[in-house]
Each structure stands twice: as C-alpha cells, then as structure tokens.
C-alpha cells in the first residue's frame, strides 16, 4: 500500500449538504412528505423534531469547519466540528429541516421498493442482464459445455419481441441457494469479459494503461482505481445497461490521469463520456434487488 493512492466510486452515494449552503439543489421531490411519521437511525444518539417529524441521528464530532448532514439507508448522521453547541445545531437542523425530512422519505421509499424488488431463487425468476430482463430456466438436462448456464434469446411467432432466458443445469428441486450461486457464477464471468473489454476500448481514448482488474462484492462502492493501474469493479454492474456500465469504467480509467474529483477530472471523464452526469444519476436513482 505504500505510495499507493485509491479512488472510489460510492455504491450508494449518500445525500449530503456540503459545506457551501449554496452548493445545494432542491430537484422534484420522488417522495412524498408524510408529517408524524419518524426516523430512527440504529446508532441513534440525539433526536429533533423536523417539520412535524421526529427524526432520531446519529452525531459525531470531528475536525471540521461546519456543521454538516448526510441522509444513507440507516438514516441522517449530524456531524458538528468541536466548538458547536447544541443551539448551532438545532439552529442548522431547522434550517434544512424540509430537506433533511424530504431526503430520509425518498430513502425509506427506496429500501421500500429494494425489498420488493427482492428475487426469488427459483424457476422462472427474473433478473435484469445489461438493462434486460432475463428469465431463468432450470433445465437439468444440459451441462451447457461445463458451465451449467446458457443464455438463449427466443424469437417469437409472427414478428413480436423476442426474450431471453438463462438456462441453469440444475433439477427443479435445487435450493434457492443453489439456483443464485449458479447464476451469480454465471453473471461474475460475464462481468470479467464484458468489463476486460470495455477497459481494452476506454485506457487508449484516455491514454492511459490498466494493469490489473478484480471483481469486486463490496457493498460501498461501484468501483476504484489505484495508482499502479489496479482496477475494482463490482460484479452487479452487469444488470445495468452498457452505457452506465461503460461511465463506470471510464470514470476509474479517469483516475489514473487525475487522483482526484476536481474539475479536471470530470472533464477528463466528459472527454470520453459527454453525458456522464446522466448517467452518474442512474446510478443513484436506480438500484440493484437485493442479492439474497
């Protein structure tokens, strides 16, 4: 690790208030503000009441400058610099109240729709493929050249859309643990040959050389670069379609020019990618099922 640097690509970017006020932007509200509902994060240590809500946080102090707030799935973190006291809080919690309300209900209503979105491991599941669904066959009556999976796309009678299925070497009595191992197996290869590819096409336009890529599992992070030319990409990128797929890859290509998020760097990945920031939000916006 030594004289190495690490950039990272957050999984699940969390919404935070910088320190410049200004630096905010209030888009549409994707949920709706329901007064008396409460937020309770886990590591709760201080509670306030925002916008006829009552929100419980976790607080921390630290070296910093301002007081400032960060909304993930667990729910809001305060973090306040040594010399705040509880009424420069309060004072601060109010002011963004609406925003911070606003925030913590688009999270509830994003876990929501996670647990939903939940697979089950069985025949006929459905999963998404490079932004298609696919739909998963169990057909004990093929080893598929080793592999226990084959994708096939079925045309249909008569001119409508064609689908394609995923058909796993496994009996009908599998497990669900059995059936996902299968298919996670299945997507991880395809993951390491589509993502090979892509960083062959993107390293030349940016001028720079990869040296190594792993597969990676976390669950923070989409990718990372480090400055020997080490590549991390998480192995889910393959349910988005390739376009996303492909900012993902340029961006850490990008940093192995830039080790940093400046300006500089954005405009190294809009040399390759123009609507980056487009699909930098589909990230945020669109999420993953649950793997379980």
């Given at each position: 690790?030594?004289?190495?640097?690490?950039?990272?690509?957050?999984?699940?970017?969390?919404?935070?208030?910088?320190?410049?006020a200004?630096?905010?932007?209030?888009?549409?509200?994707?949920?709706?503000?329901?007064?008396?509902?409460?937020?309770?994060h886990?590591r709760?240590s201080?509670?306030?009441?925002?916008?006829?809500?009552?929100?419980?946080?976790?607080?921390?102090?630290?070296?910093?400058?301002?007081?400032?707030?960060?909304?993930?799935?667990?729910?809001?973190?305060?973090?306040?610099?040594?010399?705040?006291?509880?009424?420069?809080?309060?004072?601060?919690?109010?002011?963004?109240?609406?925003?911070?309300?606003?925030?913590?209900?688009?999270?509830?209503?994003?876990?929501?729709?996670?647990?939903?979105?939940?697979?089950?491991?069985?025949?006929?599941?459905?999963?998404?493929?490079?932004g298609?669904s696919?739909?998963?066959?169990?057909?004990?009556?093929?080893?598929?050249?080793?592999?226990?999976a084959?994708?096939?796309?079925?045309?249909?009678?008569?001119?409508?859309?064609s689908?394609?299925?995923?058909?796993?070497?496994?009996?009908?009595?599998?497990?669900?643990?059995?059936?996902?191992?299968?298919?996670?197996?299945?997507?991880?290869?395809?993951?390491?040959?589509?993502?090979?590819?892509?960083?062959?096409?993107?390293?030349?336009?940016?001028?720079?050389?990869?040296?190594?890529?792993?597969?990676?599992?976390a669950?923070?992070?989409?990718?990372?670069?480090?400055?020997d030319?080490?590549?991390?990409?998480?192995?889910?990128?393959?349910?988005?379609?390739?376009?996303?797929?492909?900012?993902?890859?340029?961006?850490?290509?990008?940093?192995?020019?830039?080790?940093?998020?400046?300006?500089?760097?954005?405009?190294?990945?809009?040399?390759?990618?123009?609507?980056?920031?487009?699909?930098?939000?589909?990230?945020?916006?669109?999420?993953?099922?649950?793997?379980?």
């Amino acid at each position: 690790m030594s004289g190495l640097v690490q950039l990272a690509l957050d999984f699940f970017a969390p919404a935070s208030l910088t320190d410049d006020a200004a630096a905010i932007r209030h888009r549409g509200a994707t949920a709706e503000l329901r007064p008396g509902v409460e937020f309770r994060h886990p590591r709760a240590s201080r509670e306030a009441r925002l916008a006829d809500t009552t929100v419980a946080y976790e607080f921390k102090r630290g070296k910093r400058r301002t007081i400032g707030f960060s909304v993930g799935p667990d729910g809001l973190v305060v973090s306040a610099p040594r010399w705040a006291g509880p009424a420069e809080i309060q004072a601060a919690l109010q002011d963004k109240a609406l925003w911070i309300v606003r925030k913590l209900e688009e999270a509830r209503v994003r876990h929501d729709k996670l647990a939903a979105s939940r697979i089950i491991w069985q025949d006929g599941a459905e999963f998404q493929f490079l932004g298609q669904s696919l739909r998963l066959v169990l057909d004990p009556s093929h080893a598929y050249a080793n592999f226990s999976a084959q994708l096939l796309t079925e045309v249909h009678a008569g001119g409508g859309p064609s689908s394609n299925s995923l058909r796993i070497g496994l009996p009908h009595h599998a497990t669900e643990a059995q059936i996902r191992d299968a298919v996670q197996a299945w997507l991880m290869r395809q993951a390491r040959r589509i993502f090979t590819e892509r960083l062959d096409h993107f390293a030349p336009r940016l001028g720079v050389q990869w040296r190594k890529l792993a597969l990676s599992s976390a669950g923070t992070r989409w990718g990372s670069a480090r400055s020997d030319g080490s590549i991390r990409l998480h192995w889910r990128l393959v349910h988005f379609r390739m376009a996303v797929i492909d900012y993902v890859v340029a961006h850490e290509l990008s940093h192995l020019r830039v080790m940093d998020h400046s300006p500089r760097f954005w405009d190294t990945v809009r040399s390759v990618m123009p609507d980056y920031a487009d699909l930098r939000q589909h990230l945020t916006d669109e999420s993953v099922p649950p793997w379980s």
